[in-house]
Each structure stands twice: as C-alpha cells, then as structure tokens.
C-alpha cells in the first residue's frame, strides 16, 4: 500500500511541476511573434528602433510586430486584440498591458477579467501566449501588481514576474517615472528571450 501511495504521490508531484513549468512549441524560423500591449511596448522613452519589439526581432530572428498603444486600458485593449489576431495569424502572443489601469486606479479585477479575456481570445485560435507582469506604481518597484501572479496561476501561461519592477526601480534604465531608457527596454527584450527559451519556444 505503502508503494501505491508513493508512486501516486510521484505522479502527481510530477503533474505539479509540469503544471509550474508550461511547454511551449518551438517557434519556427518564419515564426510571427505578436508583442501587444501599450506604451510600454510601443517603447515610449526609446530612441528609435529601441522599443523592445525592435530588440527582439534582432535577438531572435523572428519577425516582431509592435502593437502596442501608449495610454490604452485594458478594457480598450480587450477590443483590440481579436482583429490583430485574426489579421497577423501570430505564432506567438507577448501580453504586457494593464499599466494605465493601475495608473488610474481601475478596480483590478476588471484589469484582470480584461487580461484574462484576452488571454482566452488568443486560445481559442490556438496561438499561445506569455504574459509579463506590471508593477504597482509607486515610491518603489518591488512586486508585480497581484494580478498577473494571479493569472499566470489560474491561466497556466509561462509569466515574468520580476522582470519589469526590477527595471522600473532602477533609474539608470528608466527614460521618466513608469518607462524604461533603451538600455531597460533591451534589458526587457533580452528577458523575453530567456523565458521563451525556459519554456522551448527557442
């Protein structure tokens, strides 16, 4: 009885830690990667072909398509999508969005529906996705907002957590208050490569 228990206890410890570590296809070498969000992937603060998209492109050789709105809610970003998805046909969705709702206060279960909504619309035309979470605004960047750990959970999407309140709380990468300077947004971009090759996508 004793081993029953152990193998079952093994095969669901194994579960878990596939459940911890989502898989991810390996991105063909024509592959289209969709990177959407706002300013902070529109590269707002970046010189010129510094944005974080740009900086992709070269690392990975893919092509990356910037759709990123500096200002956008969530919720106009949830309309948004849909068409871009139908429209690229992406091999892959970057999803850094939610900033200006925290930045206005819009109640972060409504930020979190909208992500999650989003999330679902790439899904269900069988493009997987990569979430990286925004920090909460402050006098400091310590954590991401609770929302994108939170979805990243129940959503089981590979997520950088750390990534952008690491660069956020540092001033010699930031360009103003809530962007980064060209070298946060490379810092940004090279981070994004180590999660997809994490995850198998490189």
């Known amino acids: 009885m004793k081993i029953v228990l152990m193998v079952v206890a093994l095969l669901f410890g194994g579960m878990a830690c596939n459940k911890s570590k ?8 024509n ?8 300013s902070l992937t529109y590269g707002t603060g970046a010189s010129a072909q510094h944005d974080y998209p740009s900086i992709l492109t070269q690392l ?5 398509i910037n759709e990123g709105v500096p200002g956008e809610i969530s919720s ?4 948004r999508l849909p068409a871009l998805l139908d429209e690229y046909r992406p091999d892959l969705l970057i ?14 279960e409504q930020t979190r ?12 035309r069988n493009i997987p996705v990569v979430i990286f979470g925004v920090p909460a605004f402050g ?17 089981g999407v590979p997520s950088d957590l750390d990534s952008l309140p690491k660069i956020l709380a540092n001033n010699e990468l930031k360009s103003d208050t809530v962007h980064p300077n060209d070298r946060g947004y490379r810092l940004l971009a090279e981070n994004v490569v180590a999660l997809l090759q994490k995850h198998g996508a490189l």
């Open 60 to 64: 990975t050789g893919r092509e990356v």
């Open 22 to 29: 989502p898989a991810l296809s390996k991105l063909p070498d």
């Open 76 to 79: 106009a970003g949830r309309q």
């Open 95 to 108: 999803l850094i969005h939610g900033g200006n709702d925290i930045l206005q206060q819009i109640a972060a």
């Open 113 to 124: 529906d909208n992500l999650k909504a989003m999330i679902a619309e790439a899904r269900q």
């Open 139 to 155: 006098i400091v960047f310590l954590h991401s907002a609770k929302i994108y750990e939170e979805l990243a959970a129940s959503e």
């Open 31 to 38: 592959a289209v990667i969709l990177a959407f969000g706002d």
